[in-house]
């Protein structure tokens, strides 16, 4: 992690099984996390509040930019 909050993210391609190494590292990757996180919503298992709840929270993810990640959503 860079001791910069306003630093840009790291584009450095990561291993599918690496772990998250921070805000960044998590936006950058989000397109191989988001299957998971549709998959978890879609657990019936889950009560129907936390589906919801999952879904709210992947609509925004959707809508985080680099815009929001470079500047620390300044």
């Keep these: 992690m860079s ?3 306003l ?3 790291d ?3 990561r291993p599918s099984n690496s772990p998250i190494r921070d805000v960044a590292d998590f936006h950058v ?4 996390f988001r299957p ?3 998959s978890l919503c879609a657990n019936r298992a889950l ?3 936390d589906q919801d709840l999952l ?3 992947i609509a925004l993810l959707d ?10 959503g300044l």
Excluded: F, H, L, S
């Design 29 to 32: 990757r989000w397109a191989e």
């Design 7 to 9: 630093a840009a993210p």
């Design 47 to 49: 009560p129907p509040a």
């Design 3 to 5: 001791d910069d909050p």
């Design 63 to 72: 809508r985080i930019g680099p815009q929001d990640i470079e500047t620390g």
């Design 36 to 38: 998971q996180a549709q």
């Design 55 to 57: 879904v709210w929270m």
């Design 11 to 13: 584009p450095t391609p």
